[in-house]
């Protein structure tokens, strides 16, 4: 926990920290660098997950199972929840003004139209909260009301909510006319000037809404990630990977394009994108289910017993987690530049983190690091991509900047 000289304006507030009820990814773990950091400034933190399939309303405990199972860091202290009836998404003016535009692809209006209808738990909608911390732009319904029209509203975008929804609908067999990406922009600028500040993960988002809401105020913070084991280290070369599409596309790639000409190099890719392969190419999967893991309790493990990280992302928005997560472990790495995206330039510098965009050019790195001697914990700990993780994205530089930008919303 960091030293506070002088009481943290946070002490003793109230901060309602909504949330989508995703687990095993990016969000999540962001998610949980947050509630860290209003609790070591002293605020008592009411975590709010939201579901976005009806049904998952408060109180149906055995609907939630999953959800609680997968998050047990969340288990020491009381949790809150949020999601809409089947009641609400059978109404008319739901069929009509939610269902039917998402048919056509709209994916921000389903998001948004559920948090619109979510039923919260008992007696969270009469605390006072001194402050909102909502993440993403369709779960602004929930924050507007437990706001009350007086709490400031903190928005965490994570990154453009429209450019990823566009990629999603890539695959998706939707209705046509599809919906526009403008037309899914549009829905969540909208929702961004309803929040008193916004507040972006990485550089490239940042500049590109307050392009589109100069109005607003904007502030670049980097998210506080949990530190990875920085050892004892071991032979495995991973990748650690979610089920998402760009992640998807990524692994194809990897498996399609560098894997037969790195040839004699195994590698284990943790992490539940081994059912999105499976499911986009059924092949492939099979030639290398092998490599796979599945999803796996505690990915510190992962990097503690490994030696090379790789992150051989194509396709993707927004700042990449697993690409500090794997900073954090103090490994070298072998990265697209996309994997580094909404970083500053430095990060494409570092010693120990190799760029290579072009297959040849991953697999002849990977053949390269696989021979080399392993890194020693040692090593690890005083690594370049380590301090830059620890200067950008521990939970000390986080804690520092969150206080800067949340004190004036409390004054």
Known sequence: MAAHPTPSPLKGRRVALVHPAWHSCGTYRVVLGQIAAYRALGAEVFPIAISSDPGFTPGRGWIWREFLAATPELDNAPRFFGGAPFRAVLAPRFLKNVLWPYLHGDQAVIRSGLAERA???????????????????????????????????????????????????????????????????????????????????????????????????????????????????????????????????????????????????????????????????????????????????NPGAIYADARLVLLPTIDGHGLSIKTVEAMASGLPLIATRLALRGMGEGALRLEGVVVADAPEDFARALKEAARAPAWSEARRRASAARAYYDAHFSAVAYERNLERLVAPLLA
């Open 119 to 297: 039923l919260l738990s008992k007696g969270l909608e009469d605390i006072a909260f001194d402050l909102v911390h909502c993440n993403h732009f369709f779960l602004m319904p929930i924050a507007k009301r437990l706001s009350r029209g007086s709490a400031r509203i903190l928005l965490d975008s994570h990154d453009l909510q429209a450019r990823q929804f566009a990629l999603m609908n890539e695959h998706m067999p939707w209705l046509r006319p599809r919906v526009s990406y403008e037309a899914m922009l549009a829905r969540e600028l909208a929702f961004m000037r309803e929040a008193d500040l916004l507040i972006h993960l990485n550089a490239r988002e940042e500049a590109e809404f307050r392009a589109s809401l100069p109005e607003k105020t904007h502030a670049l913070l980097y998210p506080a990630v949990p530190p990875a084991p920085t050892g004892p280290g071991g032979e495995d070369i991973v990748i650690v990977s979610s089920n998402n599409s760009a992640n998807v596309d990524s692994v194809i790639w990897f498996l399609r394009d560098i894997a037969p000409r790195a040839e004699g190099v195994r590698v284990k890719i943790a992490g539940n994108v081994d059912a999105g392969v499976r499911s986009r190419d059924a092949a492939l999967f099979e030639r290398y289910k092998d490599w796979f893991l599945g999803r796996v309790e």
